[in-house]
Structures are given as C-alpha cells and as structure tokens.
C-alpha cells in the first residue's frame, strides 16, 4: 500500500516538469519547405526560399505558383502570408508588403504582364484585388459582404483580358467584362468553386471545378454550362496547352484524359491505386504534350508516351508534400514544384 502510494506521490510531483517542458529545447522551425527548382527535367530539385535581404520562405504553404506570361525568369506565388516574386528563377523572392492573407490564385494579363488580379483576405474579408503597375499598388475590385466568405479563384479570358471570372467559397461564379469596375452572378453552385480555366484554344470555352458537385464547361463564354464527366472528387483540371477540348482530370478515382471537353473520360493507366492520387499537380510540357507530369503525395510521376509508362521521382523531404508543378514554357527541363506542410499528428505528451 505505501508502495503504491509513493509511486502516486512521485508521478504527482513529476506531473508539472512534464507539462512545462522545463528542461527540453525548443524545436527549430521547419524551413524545408516552399519552391523547389530542376534543371534536368525532374531528375533532381533544389530548394529556392531565399528571401532578399536575408531570411526564407522556407516555412511557407504554397497555394499558389505562376509565371509571368512574357518572361519566364519572373514567377509569384501565393502563401498564407501574401505574395512573394522573383525575378531571377527563384533563386531570390521578394515579399509584396500589401496586407493579403490566402492568396490562392494569381491570375496576369498576358497581353499587359504588369496588371495582375489576386483573391485574398485582406483585413478578414475575402477580395479581389488588382495592381496596374506590377504590384507597386494594388486596389480593391471585389468584396464579399462579410468575413465569412471567401474568392478561391480567378481567370482572365486570354483573349479579352477585360473579361474574368471568379468563383467563391459560397458556390457563387461571378464575371466582369470590364476590368472589375462591375461585376454580375452567372450561376450560383452547391459547393464552392475553387478552380476556373480557359481552354488553350477557344476563349469561348471555359471550365469551373467545385468543392463537393464535379465540375462544369461552358462552350459559349459561360451563357450556358454542361456537366463535366466525374464520379468523384475533382482535384484539378489542365487544358491542354494547344489542343481544343483537350483535358487533363485528377480525381479519387485516379487520372483521366478527354478529347472532347470532359464529357468522357479515358483513364490514364498510372503506378498509383487510382483512389490513393489525390494529385492536385499535373503539367503538360507545352513543346512535347507527350511528356506529362502528375503529383502524388511526395513522389513525381513522369511519362514521355503520353501515358503508357510512368518513371517514378522521389521526393526527399519527409516533411512536406508537393502541392504543385509548373514548366518554364520556354526552357522545358525546368520545372517548380510549390510545397506545403504534412499534417502531424498530435501528440498527447509533449515528448
């Protein structure tokens, strides 16, 4: 009996040394992570989070990874944080000093590359906002009414670059034809839209995604949509980048091409169980549409037959996943992966 009760009072006393973390040093930030680059077409990567000035982004989420149109040495990502550019490949990043938070879209004029459209949270309410200059400044095109919603997306008409769309976290799909000095709902959706593209062809055909309810086509400048092909949850959509009605499909039921807008799907035969893909990364090389890229988890999976075989590319950075992949359309070798945190588990002692 005093044994127990001794064991009791020695675990009582211990009790506060293990809580307090006394003793124990605090763990170094997990700067692993950000913007990786290769220059031999995926056979290696290195990591690119330098910040001007000193300091990394290293630690960031992407959420999102683009190029300028006219000059593929200047790229801009979205994070948590805001936005960052480079104007050198990536091997410096600069942050903008607006106050954007979630920046998960960053849609340029290809035709003006100094006009660009972000949504972002910006003093906790979803916007749209716009910079004329490159990112100097920036104003307000768009507001939600309150905190509570969010614009995941936006896409610019390549064509008609005062023609965009922009889908919300409500399931709303807005358009203005006027730069975002007015704006109108073309159709609102039961889940939210979170991903909108032009095809590489037609500005008259364009795709939205959604949350929870697949996705959609329009063939007429978004008057009238059709449903997409998918039984499932879509991760992401890719136009082919020079082929009408041509797409590329991720969803939990693996990988898929359709050659006539989504209305059917065709597998594509992968190394991934098709329910395990969950790739939200897919990039078609714009010189040779056989060489394909798709992400899954922390590998690359590439084929140069369009599908037939895949070559498997580890990842080695147990800490993150790979959130996305772009191609320099000019230098086809290079490619940018974006990065985001693994979720951890949470721990019940501190130790």
């Keep these: 009996m005093k044994t127990k009760k001794g064991i009791a009072i020695i675990f009582a006393l211990c009790l506060p040394v293990l809580f307090s973390g006394c003793g124990l040093k605090k763990a170094k930030p997990d700067t692993s992570g950000g913007?990786?680059?290769?220059?031999?077409?995926?056979?290696?990567?290195?990591?690119?989070?330098?910040?001007?000035?000193?300091?990394?982004?290293?630690?960031?989420?992407?959420?999102?990874l683009t190029m300028d149109p006219k000059n593929s040495k200047l790229i801009y990502i979205g994070t948590p944080s805001g936005i960052y550019r480079s104007d050198d490949r990536g091997d410096n990043w600069?942050?903008?000093?607006?106050?954007?938070k979630n920046v998960r879209d960053i849609e340029i004029n290809p035709s003006n590359t100094n006009e660009i459209y972000v949504p972002a949270i910006v003093n906790g309410v979803g916007k749209i906002m716009k910079t004329e200059n490159g990112g100097e400044q920036w104003k307000e095109v768009f507001t939600?009414?309150?905190?509570?919603?969010?614009?995941?997306?936006?896409?610019?008409?390549?064509?008609?670059?005062?023609?965009?769309?922009?889908?919300?976290?409500?399931?709303?799909?807005?358009?203005?034809?006027?730069?975002?000095?007015?704006?109108?709902?073309?159709?609102?959706?039961?889940?939210?839209?979170?991903?909108?593209?032009?095809?590489?062809?037609?500005?008259?055909?364009?795709?939205?995604?959604?949350?929870?309810?697949?996705?959609?086509?329009?063939?007429?400048?978004?008057v009238s949509f059709v449903k997409v092909e998918s039984k499932g949850?879509?991760?992401?959509?890719?136009?082919?980048?020079?082929?009408?009605?041509?797409?590329?499909?991720?969803?939990?039921?693996?990988?898929?091409?359709?050659?006539?807008?989504?209305?059917?799907?065709?597998?594509?035969?992968?190394?991934?169980?098709?329910?395990?893909?969950?790739?939200?990364?897919?990039?078609?090389?714009?010189?040779?549409?056989?060489?394909?890229?798709?992400?899954?988890?922390?590998?690359?999976?590439?084929?140069?037959?369009?599908?037939?075989?895949?070559?498997?590319?580890?990842?080695s950075v147990p800490s993150r996943k790979i959130e996305m992949v772009i191609i320099d359309p000019e230098e086809t070798k290079t490619i940018y992966l974006g990065t985001r945190k693994l979720a951890k588990k949470k721990k019940m002692f501190p130790f």
């Design 94 to 100: 600069i942050k903008d000093t607006s106050n954007f």
């Design 144 to 222: 939600q009414r309150t905190q509570e919603g969010s614009v995941f997306t936006i896409a610019m008409n390549p064509r008609k670059p005062n023609e965009l769309f922009a889908g919300d976290s409500g399931g709303a799909l807005y358009k203005t034809s006027d730069a975002g000095a007015t704006w109108k709902t073309v159709l609102w959706e039961k889940s939210g839209i979170n991903l909108i593209k032009f095809d590489s062809i037609n500005n008259n055909k364009l795709y939205f995604v959604t949350t929870k309810s697949g996705a959609r086509r329009s063939d007429d400048g978004g």
């Design 35 to 64: 913007i990786y680059r290769s220059e031999d077409s995926a056979l290696k990567f290195e990591q690119k989070a330098a910040l001007k000035g000193g300091g990394t982004l290293g630690n960031a989420n992407i959420l999102a």
């Design 233 to 315: 949850t879509i991760y992401n959509l890719i136009p082919h980048p020079y082929k009408e009605g041509v797409v590329f499909l991720s969803d939990n039921n693996g990988l898929h091409r359709s050659i006539d807008g989504g209305e059917t799907l065709e597998p594509l035969n992968t190394l991934v169980r098709p329910k395990n893909i969950s790739s939200k990364g897919i990039a078609i090389d714009p010189k040779n549409d056989k060489i394909i890229y798709f992400i899954s988890g922390r590998a690359i999976y590439k084929t140069e037959n369009g599908g037939e075989s895949w070559k498997p590319i580890q990842f």
